[in-house]
């Protein structure tokens, strides 16, 4: 079966390249267009990973990871932030949150799922 | 020091205040502008030559292929060729998904600059509307009251509105960024 994957970004244009990128290599993406969107689909369904951008309306990246850690069901569940993002201090924050690792934007797709592959398989 | 000095110093400052302000502001304006700019240029140019090779590489792939339907032997050159477009292909599919992820960090740019332009005109109203107050009999003590006042207010306005326009996007150039696992 399929690895599951939820992509969280606010970016229509950058949801489109994740789910061609990570598709093509194999995995189901599922797209939710903010926080509070991803920690509903989240909850709704266990995914393998979580890819989230930082800097979203209603719940930015940190909110959701912070909301993801305190479910029972995702204490263990890879989380890897997308963000254009670089700065050692918002690494800091995002580790303190509960990300497990932090790309900048923008990716290349092979780059992508040879993460997304060292981290679930 | 006479009234007359006075309320030209507190001119001159609150003037000056308003130019100072201003600049700052726009000058951060044109910097995200030009950054804008750079990006969108150097992703477009990435794409068209992404497109365009990846375009010429199937049309290639294209003949090869027809090659082979017409009954033509497939040589393990022909075989290795084939390999090599394919790869070739993707490589190009690979750039231009990175290019095509400009739009999100210049739409954050141009959000940032946007917020920006808002927030100085709402500056700029206080130092109307304040003047619009100040009363055309007004002692030398009042003005100096109401112009501290309509600089004070700018100054703070000014940094209110620098702390709610963190810099999210730093990149100039469409390489791909850094990847750390933790």
Not at chain 2, 141 to 157: S, V
Request: hydrophobic share 40%.
């Amino acid at each position: 079966m399929a690895k599951t994957i939820l992509a969280v970004d606010d970016s229509g244009s950058l949801r489109q390249m994740v789910v061609f990128s990570l598709r093509a290599a194999g995995y189901q993406v599922t797209e939710a267009i903010d926080g509070q969107d991803g920690l509903d689909k989240a909850q709704a369904q266990i995914f393998d990973l979580v890819l989230t951008d930082q800097n979203m309306p209603r719940m930015d990246g940190f909110s959701l990871i912070r909301a993801l850690r305190a479910l029972p069901t995702y204490q263990k569940v890879p989380i890897l932030m997308l963000t254009t993002e670089s700065s050692d201090e918002m690494k800091a924050k995002g580790r303190a949150a509960g990300a497990n690792g932090w790309l900048v934007k923008p990716f290349d797709p092979q780059r992508l799922t040879e993460v997304v592959k060292k981290v679930i398989g | 020091m006479t009234i007359n000095n006075s309320l030209a110093s507190k001119v001159t400052d609150l003037l000056s205040g308003l130019s100072d302000h201003g600049s700052q502001h726009l000058t951060e304006v044109e910097s995200d502008l030009i950054q804008t700019n750079a990006l969108l240029t150097e992703a477009i140019e990435k794409l068209s030559a992404s497109f365009m090779a990846i375009h010429a590489a199937v049309i290639e792939q294209q003949h090869m292929v027809d090659g082979l339907a017409t009954g033509m032997l497939v040589s393990p050159e022909a075989t290795s060729a084939l390999k090599a477009k394919s790869t070739l292909i993707d490589q190009h599919v690979n750039a231009a998904v990175t290019g095509l992820q400009f739009q999100d960090m210049t739409n954050q740019l141009i959000g940032r600059t946007l917020r920006r332009v808002v927030g100085f005109r709402d500056l700029l109203e206080v130092t109307g509307t304040s003047s619009i107050a100040i009363p055309i009999d007004a002692s030398n003590e009042q003005l100096h009251g109401i112009l501290t006042h309509i600089n004070e207010t700018l100054k703070t306005e000014s940094q209110d509105l620098e702390k709610e326009l963190w810099k999210a996007v730093c990149q100039t150039h469409m390489e791909s960024g850094d990847i750390e696992l933790f």
